[in-house]
């Protein structure tokens, strides 16, 4: 985020996924990485929890050696805390008479407590043993304490009430509810929920509470997929019984440059809105490999929590309509050209908008450098510069940086800097920068100053994003769903293509008004089998077609059963 924040200025009260933080390194370690790559060290943050507490943020994720505290949710400063264990999955805090009390995974036995997060001092309030899995702290308008968990390949979450005082089981329940792959597709394993044998992994509780109704959200099919989603359970008490919500998973992005809106938190911001802080995946150099996701929320008339995953790794604004800036995409699949390239690391992977693959220089040394080719000049408002840490030597919280200089040219010859981080680079490795002001050029530079930690400059995606001042593209007329015949959970749908389109997506649910699961399709592709349907309930359906220009919005929803 670039430093400027005036006034009324919203283009710098912006954001895009993932979350700009400087992810901790962590060990090579036995699980087995998707792809057949060395052994390496990677960064990773996941399973979010947010709370708001004494006016500000905070923000606690698995594996981090601490915690952040930010103001607005855009400028994160970091904490690194004693007296309670730092570096284990999934923590857990809760409010309870103006203090944090923390819990996390990996059957550890304590409760911690603070008043003073910002001291990032802590020490233990309970002993819990032998502790829990995926662990969620619910306290309820009542001063009843709560305690949700669980994270199996087989069986339910479960659910406990526990004395505020002792923090030990008063009650126990079990959440049967919360697993049933067989009739709800989202919850198959799979980029594509298509892994029909594959083990399914329900865990990543976590409690809302409003008007009286009990929101328990759970994540399946694993934290590795593309599809990893969170379902939604409600009930009218805490410990249930619950019901399923057929419009599930009401957290879901299995497309786009970084996916996955699973295990995380749901919480009130400052101004009384709703968001849902969720994993995402990259998974390439170890299933854990993750970043954090950051989704604006919201309840329907009727009751549904909906998490806008509608291109949500495009810049967003962080405050009032929370909606798209409308800064599009520039540089997908544009031509490029680099100062070198290491064997298997093409220059085309910096621009095909995907984390998951990335260009790597030879080296790290100054010099290194990386240009697209927009094609024409084009007004560029922000970038996002994904660093991908080639053969970075590296464990734990970094104290290198990245430095670096942006810059624009019309012609390819002349070049102004637009973002300047020679001397005061940051450890960004998702650096989103606003433009103090838009920029007309054709050609985007990054001249590499400095890579951190002894790894080679290298970039999963350097993305562009502005306007191409040229017309948007046609509307889709025509849209069918044609459900499986030999399994409902999924459906092929077609459209009719439309004219100027660079890629569609497709919106799905079951309701014309509740259309919240998306799909982007590309390269001239008109037709998409999806398998994260719900047996036994209809959905509809609309395309929106997407170019460097702007949106136009799908017609009437077609339905079918």
């Not at 990773?44 to 606690?60: H, M, Q, S």
């Not at 981090?64 to 570096?87: C, E, I, K, M, N």
């Not at 998974?283 to 919201?298: A, D, K, N």
């Not at 590296?394 to 973002?419: C, F, H, M, P, Q």
């Amino acid at each position: 985020m670039h430093p400027l924040q005036a006034a009324g200025a919203d283009r710098f009260a912006t954001y895009a996924n993932p979350v700009d933080l400087p992810y901790r390194y962590q060990a090579p370690s036995p699980f087995r990485p998707l792809q057949p790559r060395p052994k390496e060290s990677f960064r990773e943050a996941a399973d979010p929890t947010i709370v708001l507490f004494k006016g500000r943020y905070w923000l606690f994720a698995s594996h981090s050696s601490g915690y952040w505290h930010s103001t607005d949710l855009l400028r994160w400063q970091f904490v690194q805390p004693t007296g309670y264990a730092v570096d284990k999955f999934a923590p857990t805090v809760v409010v309870i008479n103006d203090k944090l009390y923390l819990a996390t995974s990996e059957d550890t036995p304590h409760i911690w407590v603070t008043d003073d997060p910002m001291s990032g001092k802590w020490r233990v309030a309970a002993d819990i043993s032998p502790g829990y899995q995926d662990p969620a702290l619910f306290l309820d308008d009542d001063g009843r304490l709560y305690l949700y968990h669980g994270l199996a390949s087989k069986g339910p979450l479960h659910a406990e009430e526990l004395d505020p005082k002792t923090f030990q089981p008063i009650a126990k329940v079990d959440i049967p509810q919360s697993r049933n792959p067989d009739e709800r597709g989202w919850e198959v394993p799979g980029d594509r929920n298509e892994k029909f044998k594959g083990m399914t992994f329900v865990e990543g509780a976590w409690m809302t509470k409003r008007k009286g109704r009990y929101y328990l959200e759970y994540s399946a099919p694993g934290t590795e997929f593309k599809t990893y989603a969170n379902g939604m359970l409600v009930s009218e008490k805490p410990l249930g019984p619950f019901v399923y919500q057929d419009y599930s998973p009401f957290a879901f992005k299995p497309t786009g440059f970084i996916t996955g809106a699973g295990h995380g938190s749901t919480f009130q911001g400052k101004d009384g809105q709703w968001w849902h802080a969720g994993t995402m995946t990259i998974s390439q150099r170890h299933i854990f490999e993750r970043r954090l996701g950051l989704f604006p929320t919201s309840f329907s008339r009727s009751g549904e929590v909906i998490a806008d995953t509608y291109l949500a790794d495009y810049p967003r604004y962080i405050g009032g309509s929370r909606k798209l800036t409308g800064w599009m995409l520039l540089s997908r699949l544009k031509s490029v050209s680099a100062s070198s390239t290491l064997d298997g690391y093409s220059a085309k992977d910096a621009v095909d908008e995907d984390v998951r693959s990335w260009w790597s220089a030879k080296t790290g040394g100054a010099g290194e450098w990386f240009q697209v080719d927009l094609g024409a000049p084009k007004r560029i408002e922000a970038v996002q510069i994904n660093f991908a840490d080639q053969d970075a030597k590296a464990l734990g919280v970094s104290a290198d940086v990245y430095n670096y200089i942006l810059e624009l040219s019309l012609d390819g010859r002349t070049w102004k800097a637009a973002v300047d981080r020679s001397q005061n680079g940051v450890d960004a490795p998702h650096d989103y920068e606003v433009l103090p002001k838009p920029e007309r050029a054709r050609f985007v530079r990054l001249r590499n100053i400095h890579s951190p930690d002894g790894g080679k400059f290298s970039l999963s995606d350097l993305r562009v994003f502005g306007n191409g001042g040229g017309v948007k593209p046609a509307k889709v007329r025509r849209a069918s769903l044609r459900r499986d015949g030999d399994d409902g959970r999924s459906a092929v749908i077609n459209w009719a293509p439309a004219k100027g389109a660079e890629f569609y997506v497709v919106r799905l649910g079951v309701r014309p008004d509740l259309l919240n699961q998306n799909y982007q399709v590309y390269d001239g592709k008109t037709s998409i089998t999806v398998a994260s349907l719900n047996i036994g309930k209809g959905y509809c359906v609309t395309i929106d077609a997407v170019n460097e220009n702007g949106i136009t919005r799908g017609g009437r929803p077609a339905c079918s059963r």
